[in-house]
């Protein structure tokens, strides 16, 4: 896997929900990142120490780790320079967008110039095969979403901690960039052949038979036209037992798309039901979970719990008030198995 | 573009489905294919000369099609031989499958040897961008199935030919092998990375002002658990004002998955109009195109007729009976531009 301790690259980035991948390691691999490195121009932050690439390595930073987003995930020129730069200080440069490190020829011949390693985290496994929605052994918990980036990987990372945090077997299954890196293995799924979407899943989240949880991270939002398909494969190949509907209350139009609406909270989750029943007719809601960053801590509890009387469903901010609520609804709706031993992240 | 006539391959199957590409050469593309090849133990012909790879050659082919097609698309072992002996005797060949025959390493040797060309359909333009979900100018028609290989191509191609015929412009907007084979262009949609599905509709079905129809070839169902993942995209890329449900009567499960039932008819139109109407709230059916081939003709005439009543829409099987009810349903929803002209396939 990618050499750590990580070096967290911002770059020029002013838009917070772009540079979700470095956020996303800080806080859950916040033990291996030694630093963060961003432009004059970009007024964000990772509370880590700002570093040249140069201080970044010797502080024993091994891998930059392009951790940006936009729409394509295409290299832009200044990415490029960047990298080329941080190789030359000595680090390996690590990145989740579509567009390839080693299709770039600058970054390849600086990569063999300085003997570093270019790391393309979205590059899937080459053995996926077709979905085949037969029903397999296992609990299976997915993430949904009303839109793209409304916390369901934090939800996902949350939910199996916190399972594994009462001695239940439990699994993140990764299916994007940032939680690939944070977990160290998983699908990049929104790179994978469009014919293969629900099989990558099916391989990711195979058959399990200790009475555990597969928690897995959900991706894009059945309501997003750019991305639904991929939200539609997801869903049939992970056969959920357990759907938790994420949601940033407050969010003024879909993620890029100032000319679509959020749907409701309601109809999106009858919707995603709907989907899932296809391959796991017996799938159930056990949660919702909204991300209230921007919002009053007062407001967003009062918010919390008129959506879980409106939906009789536990409703949280996994970050700011954690997801033990949502955790008993599944150990009342799922009788554990007492053969269940606590499994690595 | 690939060099015809062409010589259809057949090789061993013994599954009309699995000849698809084969036989939608022959039946739309009939007067530039010389002839079929086929071994001893397959069953089926395309009502063509059966003829050796050296014959072909002598009677004018240029090119071999390897126009069969099954799960996962892999190229067998008698597959690449076949494919070795059409370009020892002097052939092109042409393969639709996911595996490319320019990742075989002895089909690369060989047409260098020989002297010939590797044409891989399936391969995708590499400038997709994202999908957007804008509302663009045109009029659209989607096939929809309630699986896979039910005569969405075979409809689509009959409509766009009726519309011709009634000199109103109309394209056919080929989105599978057999359809880009076909057509001379189009987007191999079960092969484009899955972030791009509805944004490579966008692209093959830009907006149109001349009063005109696209006519985009579907693909999957929205109800087959392998392939629904591209349904969904396609729906939301093609922003259809129009949808004509197909399906085959009588199949007795979903293609490739006995353990799955066909969908309700009235609950996969239903299903299909609300996804689509997220692009387009003003989606409407206009069709219900049934393969009845396998059918008493009469017993056909019945089926439809009785569909027809139940659903308010008209209903035919386009090869046997024509599209003609669909057009006249067409022209009497969405008044023609006098401005139209007939356009090419």
């Known amino acids: 896997m990618i050499p750590h301790p990580y070096f967290l690259y911002l770059g020029h980035s002013v838009d917070e929900i772009g540079i979700k991948t470095s956020r996303g390691l800080a806080v859950f691999r916040g033990e291996d990142c030694v630093g963060e490195f961003?432009?004059?121009?970009?007024p964000l932050t990772l509370g880590l120490k700002r570093m040249s690439f140069e201080e970044a390595v010797a502080a024993g930073a091994r891998t930059l780790v392009l951790g940006i987003a936009n729409a394509g995930g295409r290299l832009g020129r200044d990415l490029v320079d960047d990298a080329e730069a941080a190789l030359a200080a000595g680090l390996n440069v690590a990145s989740g967008l579509h567009q390839r490190l080693r299709d770039e020829p600058r970054l390849v011949a600086a990569a063999a110039k300085y003997g570093k390693t270019l790391y393309d985290v979205r590059d899937p496994a080459d053995d996926l095969e077709v979905g085949n929605g037969k029903a397999r052994a296992g609990l299976r918990l997915l993430t949904v979403g009303t839109d793209c980036s409304v916390g369901k990987m934090y939800t996902t990372l949350q939910l199996a901690r916190a399972l594994q945090a009462r001695k239940i077997a439990a699994d993140f299954r990764?299916?994007?960039?940032?939680g690939i890196l944070i977990a160290g293995s998983g699908v990049p799924l929104d790179a994978v052949i469009a014919d293969f979407i629900s099989g990558?899943?099916?391989?990711?989240?195979p058959a399990r038979t200790d009475g555990g949880w597969d928690l897995i991270e959900g991706q894009g939002s059945l309501f997003h036209p750019?991305?639904?398909?991929?939200?539609t494969g997801l869903l049939h190949g992970a056969q959920p037992d357990a759907l938790v509907l994420c949601h940033e209350p407050g969010r003024p139009h879909m993620r890029g798309l100032p000319h679509y609406q959020l749907p409701d909270l309601a109809e999106?989750?009858?919707?995603?039901?709907?989907?899932?029943?296809?391959?796991?007719?017996?799938?159930?809601?056990?949660g919702i979970a909204f991300n209230t960053s921007k919002m009053d801590p007062q407001?967003?509890?009062?918010?919390?719990?008129?959506?879980?009387a409106a939906f009789d469903l536990p409703c949280v901010d996994p970050v700011a008030m954690g997801v033990e609520p949502i955790i008993d609804r599944i150990l009342a709706c799922f009788a554990p198995s007492t053969s269940a031993t606590t499994a690595s992240r």
């Open 174 to 178: 990764a299916t994007g960039q940032t």
């Open 268 to 286: 999106c989750l009858e919707a995603n039901l709907r989907v899932a029943r296809l391959t796991n007719p017996n799938v159930i809601p056990v």
């Open 299 to 308: 407001a967003a509890r009062a918010l919390c719990a008129e959506t879980a």
């Open 226 to 231: 750019s991305f639904a398909g991929v939200s």
């Open 38 to 42: 961003r432009h004059d121009d970009c």
């Open 200 to 205: 990558a899943i099916e391989q990711v989240s």
